[in-house]
């Protein structure tokens, strides 16, 4: 189970300029998944000596092989491929638009964070002084910790609003809706009673510096 | 007893060290529950800019969702998905004979614009001939029945009591808890739970303290005269009258369906309860009661003048 975690982490920060190119590809894949059907969770056709051959030398060939094809976590072991987000260009602009596509692109890797780990990504776009976004990251690094991986609590923003204006912090009112979280512990038992689906409002008060938008002030409104 | 107080102090050190243990099962790593762990700034849409403010602290949480129910394989308009009602849920009709119609919970977050409904919980059963519209009808009346549930206020202790002094900080608190009603509102079993969250305490004298949250809590008896949060000190002498009022926060669950927040908080006083104030001398002696047996409060003492 630690290997599977080692080679998407190692495949995400070996190789980013051909990450996205697989990204593409894993979103699109993904959308004709939906397209079927089918349930993204299909525990049946998890096997973990399929899993084991994924060695981190498959990307290396031209054509997509199985092993690059997303698989979310289940309780036979972690995510596989998990698509890693992409900036888009808007985002860098210090527009209502930029800061809103900024604030989508720091919960696509939050949510990453959740499904691989690795909480590297996201804490780079965040300021030192964000308590909400530290206090993410040892939760996800603790969960992670002594062989543990996470299985759901997949992150998506169905709304963003955002206001920049000149004389006031920009900020963004965004849905956060959190898919059901499962801590499985190496053997693949539960560690804990699985967190419930959450639907919350959150304030995230972002600042425009030299390297772009950064997360910096991260609330919840109750 | 040499040998039993050992046992329990056995006892205690084994619960000390099997705390640790348990305590660490528990990883908060939720979004939401992680923010509310480590305390993330909270916000609330002020009432009259519609702008959203940071929270006071001790300000009292309402559940920061709304909710509704849709017919559960419910497509839109006249159409129903065929696979899912294949393994509905199976509403077995009442013995009333009251039909049972399935139905998915769905939340969003208020404060949000755009925000989209997402599934919550269920399926579970509505009795009614037109479940369309039974939650609103509900959600009408359920403010005047949480009212005028037979909600216990709580009880109201002063230390000391009954008797106190004038001047003196007379510390006084409540004894509330969290209850439970089951009603039945348009034919449907609806389940109440009442949490005290604010208090307000009239003293009698002419003073009112709050609403405000704490309940405040029993000093030891040597520690009696202390101001507290909810302490008093009566300027006059007499007999006074102290009503607490507690306010009530519900929710409410339809045919155990998710508990739903009820937006007005519900009053309710508790029986008043009476206090005598009294007034103090302090007379000082230089001399104990054998160099003055005439001194007051000695055997041979004349009365207080």
New interface residues.
Partial sequence: MTLQNLFTSRAFWSRPQRSSAGALLVAGSLLLAGCAGSSPADPGTASPAASESATPSAPATQTPTPSAVYKPADASGPAQNVPVPVLPEVAKTETKEGAEAFVRFWYEN?SFAYETGNTEAFIQISGPGC??C???K???S??WSGGRW?SG?K?ET??V?ATVEPGTEP?A??????ST?E?RNADGTL??KP?????????AGVTFGASGWKMT?????? | MKASGLKILCAALIIVLLTPAVAFAEVSVGYEDRGLTVGADQWTKDADTGKLVRAEPGAVVTDPNEYKYELQCHLGGGDFDTPCLGRQLDCKDREDGAKGIPVMWLSRPRGVPGAVWAHHSGPTCLYDAKPEDLLPRIAADIQRQFQNLPVNAGSVVAQPSPNTLRGAETNFYAEAAEQQFDITMFGQQVHVVATPVQYTWNYGDGTVFGPQPSMGGPLPQDRWGEKTRTSHAYAATGDFQVVLTTSFQGTYSVNSGPPLPIPGQGQFSAPPQGISVWRSLTRNYADDCNANPQGQGCPGGGAPR
């Avoid at chain 1, 967190?195 to 304030?203: F, H």
């Avoid at chain 1, 002030?217 to 109750?222: K, M, P, T």
Wanted: aromatic fraction near 4%.
């Fill in positions: 939050l308590v909400f530290n206090g993410l040892d939760g996800i603790e969960a996470i609590g992150i169905p709304a609003t900020y009112v965004v849905q956060v809706i959190q979280i801590i560690l804990q967190t419930p689906a959450t639907n919350t409002g959150s304030r002030d991260l609330g919840l409104i109750r």
